[in-house]
């Protein structure tokens, strides 16, 4: 993938695109095992709180499918620059496949369950990891960050989809049955990868550094380029611009339905509420991956994280149910910002670690999503959840300061005053890993 200025600039359309095969199939299958993935959320929370009548024990059970996925990521991530990537991503599939249909056909106790859960999301990175590095290898330019929107819109549509059949296919079919249903979404899309992609073999990139890591321990690899990404400051620095403001408007949407309770809003409003964060970000995404073009993005993250985070302050003044709805819809499109991020983000890793990256990144995500609701759920304990709402807001708008004025994607120069290759810092592996013990 090129990364000249001139590629960056050059208009891309979302048509551009879709036009491109190998991406059509990664989008179509990633939205198929999102969906996936929230029908079988959904369905063991159910199935949980019908053993347990516990509601720690049914959000433990949410939670487990994502908290896990940076551990796996620091531990085995570095498989998505070493293997071929469609070997990984039909094996995660299939995985996934697997662990559902155990799960809907076994009556194994909670325990058990929710090892189960953590186990295959500790190895999800890993194929999210391939899968994000095919589609920067296949999309070049601004083409890579408008195909990052594509995937953006059809996870949100795809989560809403997966949470609306999964409460049909609970009331219709029983939540196990609905679990084999989610069992099977896996396997198409195992199948639908594994005869449609090329098996294309890790890029010559990739080869070198691993030729000069050696055969060495994949575990001893992982950490050490794990540890290494984030050590270094401007891949940190992008990281954290990526997962804490998440972290801050994962933890007030997590209060949104005590909210709507405690001021005795109708039946179905938190619903409603809840629905308008995904809105907002569809029209976000959209608008700004359309309309913008690439230097504009960028300029505008910093702006967008305000937008993203201002609004929940509202909260704090008790508004009604339609204000509410209006103060959501728009926090929702201020995750826009992240497009601002992208080729920053893309330009910043270095190249052998690219898969790693992209998994230690989407990892993280899941990750916060597990933390923030408990977070800002303890402080809504304290101060009521309309202050913990805007004070989760507060946080995503000081969350800008560091994704704002270009300082976090700015190019480095080396100590000969030399802007190195697209802005990427060189890469100093670790003296082990320099060595050549893996």
């Keep these: 993938m090129t990364s000249d200025s001139t590629t960056w600039e050059a208009r891309t359309t979302y048509g551009d ?28 929370s159910v199935l949980v709180f019908a053993a347990t009548g516990s509601p720690l024990l049914s959000a433990v059970t949410f939670g487990a499918g994502f ?17 071929r990537p469609r070997g990984l991503v039909v094996a995660g599939h299939v995985l996934q496949c697997g662990a559902a249909a155990v799960l809907g056909t076994v009556h194994l106790p909670v325990p058990a369950v929710l090892a189960l ?8 990175p890993v194929s999210t990891g391939a899968v994000n590095r095919l589609v920067a290898d296949t999309l070049a330019g601004d083409a890579y960050v408008l195909g990052r929107s594509l995937l953006n819109v059809s996870a949100s ?40 992609l090329p098996d294309l073999s890790v890029p010559e990139r990739s080869a ?114 339609v204000a509410c709805a209006a103060l959501l819809l728009v926090t929702g499109v201020g995750f826009a910002y992240a ?49 913990a709402i805007a004070l989760a807001g507060l946080a995503t708008v000081c969350a800008a300061v560091g994704t704002s004025g270009g300082t976090v994607w700015r190019p480095r120069r080396g100590a000969d005053g030399v802007i190195t290759r697209a802005g990427r810092p060189a890469w100093r592996p670790t003296p082990r890993a320099r060595d050549g013990d893996g």
């Excluded at 991406?23 to 929230?38: C, H, Y």
């Excluded at 990404?229 to 990281?239: E, K, T």
């Excluded at 497009?339 to 790693?356: M, S």
């Design 208 to 321: 070198e550094p691993q030729r000069r890591r050696g055969s060495g321990s994949v575990l001893w690899d992982s950490w050490s380029g794990g540890i290494g990404l984030l050590a270094d400051r401007r891949v940190r620095a992008l990281l954290l611009a990526q997962w804490l403001p998440p972290l801050f408007v994962a933890g007030a949407e997590g209060l949104v339905v005590p909210f709507a309770e405690g001021r005795r809003m109708p039946d179905g409003t938190a619903g409603v509420l809840l629905a308008c964060l995904p809105v907002g970000m569809l029209a976000g995404d959209l608008a700004v991956g359309r309309l913008l073009r690439p230097a504009a993005r960028e300029r505008l993250a910093g702006p967008l994280v305000v937008v993203l985070g201002l609004p929940l302050t509202g909260f704090a003044l008790d508004p009604p149910r």
């Design 339 to 387: 497009l601002g991020l992208q080729r920053p983000f893309l330009e910043a890793v270095p190249e052998a670690r690219r898969g790693q990256a992209f998994g230690l990144l989407t990892a993280g995500l899941m990750s916060v999503q597990g933390v923030g609701p408990v977070v800002f759920g303890t402080v809504a304990e304290l101060t009521g959840a309309g202050t």
């Design 157 to 196: 549509v795809a989560q809403l989809l997966g949470l609306a059949v999964g409460g049909a296919a609970v009331a219709f079919l029983g939540p196990r049955t609905a679990l084999l249903v989610s069992a099977a979404a896996y396997l198409a899309a195992a199948v639908a990868v594994r005869v449609r």
């Design 117 to 124: 859960v953590a186990a295959v999301a500790a190895l999800t």
């Design 17 to 44: 695109v879709l036009a491109d095969r190998r991406f059509r199939l990664l989008l179509s299958t990633r939205a198929l095992t999102v969906t996936a993935d929230a029908l079988r959320v959904l369905t063991l």
């Design 67 to 83: 908290l896990p996925q940076l551990a796996g990521s620091l531990v085995l991530g570095s498989l998505a620059d070493r293997v």
